[in-house]
């Protein structure tokens, strides 16, 4: 199997200790819980950039973060896709769906040339890909957080791998998905937003490796 990757942006991070974190987020559990953002402010850039790093997440997962969702579900049918380690669906209590390709050899493999951790996936993840996951659970509410968009020809970034957010859009009554429009700039969906939301309690990871706050806002799209 060749996994193709187009576009990647990677930092290695110098070792910090990230024990504090990881002891506010149950981290050594394997099973991340989100803290407030009071919390994640006072650990500090460095902190929650090598925790990040270290446990493959894009999105620092906040109470608020986890409240707002609850929200926009409240009590529809809902699953997360492309869930990682599934710290977001498992607090908002739905199934935590993702193709687990970071455990294949092949894609593991072009993580450690990188020299980024890949995700250890708690037991609690179910492996399916997103279209899989929406057939199967016929969601009316979709949360995802930096989904990779599918690869096409022309393309500089996403993997043939990725999602078709468009389709999944157009499957569900509401799709919501964290990010930036200069990661997702060049994927189809974007032309097609119902909605960006700018939120103080997001905390991607791409913005504290390189601290481009001003460059690269996370948001939250609606579709």
């Known amino acids: 199997m060749i996994a193709r990757f187009i576009g990647v942006d990677f930092t290695i991070a110098s070792p910090v200790d990230i024990s504090r974190l990881e002891k506010l987020t149950g981290a050594a559990s394997g099973l991340i819980r989100p803290i407030p953002s009071k919390m994640v402010e006072e650990c500090g850039f460095e902190q929650l950039r090598m925790f990040l790093h270290k446990y493959g997440l894009y999105t620092m997962p906040t109470t608020e973060l986890i409240e707002y969702l609850a929200g926009i579900i409240a009590g529809k049918r809902a699953i997360e896709i492309g869930a990682g380690m599934g710290v977001i669906g ?99 969906a974007m032309k097609h937003l119902d909605g960006i939301e700018r939120h103080d309690f997001l905390y991607p990871r791409r913005q504290v490796e390189l601290r481009d706050i001003p460059l690269e806002a996370v948001d939250i799209f609606s579709l």
Do not use: F
């Open 90 to 188: 498992r607090a908002l209590g739905i199934p935590v769906t993702d193709n687990k390709m970071q455990a294949w050899p092949s894609v593991k493999a072009y993580y450690d040339l990188m020299r980024q951790p890949t995700i250890r996936y708690p037991v609690d993840i179910i492996e399916l890909d997103a279209h899989e996951a929406v057939k199967r659970y016929r969601p009316q509410v979709v949360i995802g957080s930096y989904i990779t968009h599918r690869w096409r020809p022309g393309m500089t970034s996403g993997n043939q791998y990725g999602v078709d957010n468009l389709k999944i859009a157009r499957k569900v009554e509401a799709y919501y998905m964290i990010g930036s429009l200069t990661t997702h700039m060049q994927d189809p």
